[in-house]
């Protein structure tokens, strides 16, 4: 597997990002469980942005001194749109924890826990994608027209899945746990599961971090070939979405009461998708700047998001039968 890192930058990157979980842990849970306020939120929010912002700048200027401005420059452009676009499918996965959560009625308090918990997995498994990804690449170029192939059919499914929320009573993972597992009628504090009559009974609480790990699976799967076709080297691959990820919990809180205010999201998603997945099969055949996708990304994702309050208010206007104005 080629990469630019060396034991060094290897190095760093897992300090800062073993700092930042730890300040993450501690400084965000100061108090004990509580109900994040949207307040906190925003500045973990901004700060996490910063600190990915802050990495990236270290690493330029790391290479601009060891290697040349030219490649500098390309590495770094191709870390700001592999994290933009990581960032982004990590808001839609938000959205379904948010069902999930809401679903089982989680208490606030408990909330925290699950998402940190949530986090955690989710790095690790994107590390072993991302180390197995890159190996297999390096072996079986073809398989870059597997990842586009995919990621087009997903960006379609999901352009014509978006707006209609999923199906908790049908998800497989969780009508096994009904099946096979005594499950208690209520939550038990924070445990996950008590011992009732000499038999293990497992609460509600375990069943949404269940559902919350087979969610990270599914949008790994899709997010990891993703990045792939921005860059194929696994440091910049891992240290993007790593960096999109250790947000998660804090977007949480900030998005909980905003989720109708994107509601269009999910399209621009869709064409995001379908834009990698294009470029992923023409990658042989044309070669697009990353300069030039990272204003694609980023011009769809703005669009998106500026658009998405005026839908909402027409829907909401149309469904309480009130004429809203053009824009």
Known sequence: MQTIANPWLWGGFVVVVIAALLADLVLMRHGGPHKVTFKEALWWSIGWVALALAFNAGLWWYLHQTIDAANANRISLEFLTGYLVEKSLAVD???VFLMVMSYFAVPE????????????????LRAIMIFAGAALLTKFHWLL?????????????????????PDLEANPALKFMRKHLRLTDGYVGHDLSVKRDGKRWFTPLFVVLILIAVTDVIF???SIPAIFAITTDPFIVLTSNVFAVLGLRAMFFL????????????????????????????????????????????????????????AAAEAAGRSAGVSLPDR
């Open 93 to 95: 996965n938000i959205f």
């Open 220 to 222: 790994a799967v899709d």
């Open 255 to 310: 998005l909980a009461g905003m989720a109708d205010r994107f509601h269009l999201l999910p399209y621009g998603l869709a064409v995001v998708l379908v834009y990698i997945g294009a470029k992923m099969l023409l990658i042989d055949v044309v070669k697009i700047p990353v300069l030039v996708s990272l204003g694609v990304v980023f011009g769809i994702l703005a669009v998106t998001v500026w658009l998405s309050p005026g």
């Open 109 to 124: 308090e408990q909330r925290q826990r699950v998402l940190v918990i949530g986090v955690l997995g989710a790095i690790f």
């Open 145 to 165: 027209y597997v990842f586009g192939a995919f990621l087009l059919f997903t960006g379609i499914k999901m352009w014509f899945s978006a707006g209609s929320e």
